[in-house]
């Protein structure tokens, strides 16, 4: 497994933006899939957005198709998360995780296929 952390949230205006960062310890960063996912209070965790270990394919949860973006640096061990356009249901606690089968099977928007998870980042869009 990998150990992550989060960092980036912060308060925003609705219509702005931000991005997340989550970093990665240990070896073997890039072959691990990565994925973003939020949870907003007494709602269920969510899946956001997902890359693959190499970088080439992303996939996106249609409530943030065309304002976020998932990109990672496997040289410095990293996924990013940029948050544009921001609107108060974005709101949530986003967290970062790290998976080697959930894309290969099939699942890489259950949240169950991934075994290593940060501790989360909080996102404040303000209206």
């Known amino acids: 497994q990998v150990q992550l952390v989060e960092s980036g949230g912060g308060l925003v205006q609705a219509g702005g933006s931000l991005r997340l960062a989550c970093a990665a310890s240990g070896r073997s960063f890039s072959s691990y899939g990565m994925a973003w996912f939020r949870q907003a209070p007494g709602k269920e965790r969510e899946f956001v957005a997902a890359?693959?270990?190499?970088?080439?394919?992303?996939y996106y949860a249609d409530s943030v198709k065309g304002r976020f973006t998932i990109s990672r640096d496997n040289a410095k061990n990293t996924v990013y998360l940029q948050l544009s356009s921001l609107k108060p249901e974005d709101t949530a606690v986003y967290y970062c995780?790290?998976?080697?089968?959930?894309?290969?099977?099939?699942?890489?928007?259950?949240?169950?296929?991934?075994?290593?998870w940060g501790q989360g980042t909080q996102v404040i869009g303000a209206s």
């Open positions: 995780a790290a998976s080697k089968t959930a894309q290969a099977l099939g699942g890489t928007e259950l949240a169950a296929l991934y075994d290593s």
């Open positions: 890359i693959h270990r190499r970088g080439g394919d992303t």
